[in-house]
Protein backbone atom coordinates (compact mmCIF):
# COMPACT_ATOMS: atom_id res chain seq x y z
CA UNK A 1 0.00 0.00 0.00
CA UNK A 2 1.33 3.24 -0.66
CA UNK A 3 2.23 5.54 2.08
CA UNK A 4 -0.94 6.47 4.38
CA UNK A 5 -2.44 9.89 3.65
CA UNK A 6 -3.34 10.32 7.16
CA UNK A 7 -0.93 9.18 9.60
CA UNK A 8 -0.65 8.86 12.98
CA UNK A 9 2.75 10.73 14.17
CA UNK A 10 4.80 11.69 17.50
CA UNK A 11 2.88 15.10 17.58
CA UNK A 12 -0.46 13.40 18.42
CA UNK A 13 1.22 11.57 21.31
CA UNK A 14 -0.74 11.84 24.70
CA UNK A 15 1.80 10.85 26.54
CA UNK A 16 -0.05 7.73 27.21
CA UNK A 17 0.68 4.52 25.47
CA UNK A 18 -2.79 2.64 25.31
CA UNK A 19 -3.97 5.93 24.59
CA UNK A 20 -1.64 6.07 21.54
CA UNK A 21 -2.06 2.85 20.80
CA UNK A 22 -5.69 3.21 20.11
CA UNK A 23 -5.55 6.41 18.19
CA UNK A 24 -2.64 5.02 15.83
CA UNK A 25 -5.31 2.55 15.54
CA UNK A 26 -7.97 4.81 14.36
CA UNK A 27 -5.83 6.46 11.98
CA UNK A 28 -5.01 2.79 10.79
CA UNK A 29 -8.70 2.40 10.01
CA UNK A 30 -9.78 5.34 8.41
CA UNK A 31 -6.99 5.51 6.36
CA UNK A 32 -7.73 2.12 5.19
CA UNK A 33 -11.26 3.22 4.82
CA UNK A 34 -10.65 6.34 2.70
CA UNK A 35 -8.34 4.30 0.60
CA UNK A 36 -10.92 1.71 0.32
CA UNK A 37 -13.80 4.41 -1.10
CA UNK A 38 -11.03 5.19 -3.40
CA UNK A 39 -10.87 2.39 -4.88
CA UNK A 40 -14.38 1.64 -5.30
CA UNK A 41 -15.89 0.05 -2.16
CA UNK A 42 -19.24 -2.12 -2.34
CA UNK A 43 -22.35 -0.49 0.31
CA UNK A 44 -22.01 -4.08 1.83
CA UNK A 45 -18.62 -3.62 2.43
CA UNK A 46 -18.46 0.27 3.33
CA UNK A 47 -21.50 -0.65 5.41
CA UNK A 48 -19.06 -3.33 7.46
CA UNK A 49 -16.08 -1.07 7.66
CA UNK A 50 -17.81 1.77 9.30
CA UNK A 51 -19.32 -0.18 11.70
CA UNK A 52 -15.60 -1.14 12.14
CA UNK A 53 -14.75 2.73 13.03
CA UNK A 54 -17.93 3.15 14.87
CA UNK A 55 -17.20 0.29 17.25
CA UNK A 56 -13.53 1.12 17.98
CA UNK A 57 -14.49 4.82 18.34
CA UNK A 58 -17.40 3.80 21.53
CA UNK A 59 -14.47 1.63 22.95
CA UNK A 60 -12.08 4.35 22.77
CA UNK A 61 -14.68 7.29 23.72
CA UNK A 62 -14.90 4.89 26.88
CA UNK A 63 -11.24 4.30 27.55
CA UNK A 64 -10.87 8.30 27.42
CA UNK A 65 -13.39 9.11 29.70
CA UNK A 66 -12.49 6.75 32.51
CA UNK A 67 -9.24 7.54 32.26
CA UNK A 68 -10.09 11.65 32.68
CA UNK A 69 -12.16 10.82 35.32
CA UNK A 70 -10.00 8.86 37.60
CA UNK A 71 -7.37 11.00 36.98
CA UNK A 72 -9.96 14.65 37.81
CA UNK A 73 -9.69 16.11 34.68
CA UNK A 74 -10.80 19.52 35.31
CA UNK A 75 -12.18 19.57 31.38
CA UNK A 76 -14.13 16.55 31.67
CA UNK A 77 -17.44 16.81 31.22
CA UNK A 78 -16.57 19.59 27.74
CA UNK A 79 -14.68 16.76 26.35
CA UNK A 80 -17.28 13.91 27.19
CA UNK A 81 -19.73 16.41 25.30
CA UNK A 82 -17.55 16.44 22.91
CA UNK A 83 -17.43 12.88 22.58
CA UNK A 84 -21.33 12.52 22.55
CA UNK A 85 -21.49 15.33 19.41
CA UNK A 86 -19.45 13.64 17.64
CA UNK A 87 -20.92 10.05 18.21
CA UNK A 88 -24.32 11.44 17.25
CA UNK A 89 -22.67 12.81 13.99
CA UNK A 90 -21.33 9.30 13.08
CA UNK A 91 -24.88 7.99 14.24
CA UNK A 92 -26.83 9.93 11.55
CA UNK A 93 -23.37 8.55 8.45
CA UNK A 94 -24.35 5.22 10.02
CA UNK A 95 -28.44 5.66 9.26
CA UNK A 96 -27.24 7.34 5.93
CA UNK A 97 -24.95 4.05 5.34
CA UNK A 98 -27.65 1.71 6.17
CA UNK A 99 -30.38 3.73 3.49
CA UNK A 100 -28.13 3.33 0.82
CA UNK A 101 -27.15 6.90 0.24
CA UNK A 102 -24.85 6.93 -2.48
CA UNK A 103 -23.40 10.64 -1.87
CA UNK A 104 -22.33 9.84 1.81
CA UNK A 105 -18.68 9.46 1.39
CA UNK A 106 -18.71 13.02 0.16
CA UNK A 107 -19.55 13.78 3.29
CA UNK A 108 -17.98 11.37 5.79
CA UNK A 109 -14.25 11.39 4.86
CA UNK A 110 -14.28 15.04 5.72
CA UNK A 111 -15.80 14.72 8.91
CA UNK A 112 -13.81 11.23 10.02
CA UNK A 113 -10.80 13.27 8.81
CA UNK A 114 -11.01 16.43 9.98
CA UNK A 115 -13.58 16.51 13.00
CA UNK A 116 -12.46 13.27 14.12
CA UNK A 117 -8.58 12.79 13.67
CA UNK A 118 -7.07 16.15 13.15
CA UNK A 119 -9.47 18.36 15.27
CA UNK A 120 -10.57 15.91 18.06
CA UNK A 121 -7.21 13.73 18.38
CA UNK A 122 -5.07 16.34 16.77
CA UNK A 123 -6.22 19.10 19.61
CA UNK A 124 -9.13 18.53 21.90
CA UNK A 125 -7.08 15.41 23.33
CA UNK A 126 -4.31 17.17 23.89
CA UNK A 127 -5.86 19.34 26.47
CA UNK A 128 -5.63 16.54 28.82
CA UNK A 129 -2.35 15.60 28.42
CA UNK A 130 -0.81 16.70 31.82
CA UNK A 131 -3.67 14.60 33.47
CA UNK A 132 -3.23 11.32 31.78
CA UNK A 133 0.44 11.24 30.81
CA UNK A 134 1.33 7.83 32.03
CA UNK A 135 -1.17 6.81 34.19
CA UNK A 136 -2.78 3.36 33.54
CA UNK A 137 -6.32 2.74 33.11
CA UNK A 138 -7.78 0.02 36.32
FE1 LIG B 1 -9.07 10.24 21.76
FE1 LIG C 1 -11.34 12.55 23.16
Avoid: C
Amino acid sequence: MSQPLFEWNEEYSVGNLEIDHQHQHLFYLINEFYESIKAGISDTELARSFREVVEDTRIHFDMEETLMRNNDYPGYNAHKAMHQELLKKIEVFDTRIQAGDKDVAADLLPFLIGDWLLHHIGSMDQLYVPYVADRYVD
